[in-house]
T-cell receptor, first 113, second 116 residues
Framework: GEDVEQSLFLSVREGDSSVINCTYT??????LYWYKQEPGAGLQLLTY?????DMKQDQRLTVLLNKKDKHLSLRIADTQTGDSAIYFC?????????????FGKGTRLSVIA | DGGITQSPKYLFRKEGQNVTLSCEQN?????MYWYRQDPGQGLRLIYY???????QKGDIAEGYSVSREKKESFPLTVTSAQKNPTAFYLC???????????????FGEGSRLTVL
């Protein structure tokens, strides 16, 4: 079955870049996502990438997808204290939104001022 | 504003009592979902529904029940059969159909249930 793995913790200094990594097992994923969760709140979509893309950039965020290694990463440039949160990698299958997303366990990013 | 509303945000119950968590959306989304979040466990799918009057079990449905009588509403009941009900519960919704559909989920702010 499908599985999504992430490391649980990451600590960076303010102003540095953060790189959060994710691996997945099912090569038939169609979309892969990064969600952000602040303390005591729901999840918010940060960005997503279609499986036929290698890279997507959106302001400070860069997503890299290596389909051969089934590896997804999220790079946050110039990390700020407001970026401290839990980041979830997720995947889905198909093209019609019929399949529930599968989430990793989340990476807790701590930004040190 | 369109969104998903969960209530209550915090709930305390005694062991053995059933509890119902509310989830309402005004996004006109067809699909709704319930996830459970425990520290270090990520999000685990409890139940989901893609159409009114129909729903499917997720990975951890035992001890939970749902109904989908209206498109806008998807309440979750945590029954006394759920052995470890203390957790953070998240409701989400999404569109179904149309191509391409990115499958993006929109989440509520969550309900934290503590069983004493």
């Amino acid at each position: 079955g499908e599985d999504v793995e992430q490391s649980l913790f990451l600590s960076v200094r303010e102003g540095d870049s953060s790189v959060i990594n994710c691996t997945y097992t099912d090569s038939s994923s169609t979309y892969l996502y990064w969600y952000k969760q602040e303390p005591g709140a729901g999840l918010q979509l940060l960005t997503y990438i279609f499986s036929n893309m290698d890279m997507k950039q959106d302001q400070r965020l860069t997503v890299l997808l290596n389909k051969k290694d089934k590896h997804l990463s999220l790079r946050i440039a110039d990390t700020q204290t407001g970026d401290s949160a839990i980041y979830f990698c997720a995947e889905t299958f198909g093209y019609s939104g019929n399949t529930p997303l599968v989430f990793g366990k989340g990476t807790r990013l701590s930004v040190i001022a | 504003d369109g969104g998903i509303t969960q209530s209550p945000k915090y709930l305390f119950r005694k062991e053995g009592q059933n509890v119902t968590l509310s989830c309402e959306q005004n996004l006109n989304h067809d699909a709704m979902y319930w996830y459970r979040q425990d520290p270090g466990q990520g999000l685990r799918l409890i139940y989901y529904s893609q159409i009114v009057n129909d729903f499917q079990k997720g990975d951890i449905a035992e001890g939970y029940s749902v109904s989908r009588e209206k498109k806008e509403s998807f309440p979750l009941t945590v029954t006394s059969a759920q052995k470890n009900p203390t957790a953070f519960y998240l409701c989400a919704s999404s569109t179904v159909g149309g191509r391409p559909n990115t499958g993006e989920l929109f989440f509520g702010e969550g309900s934290r249930l503590t069983v004493l």
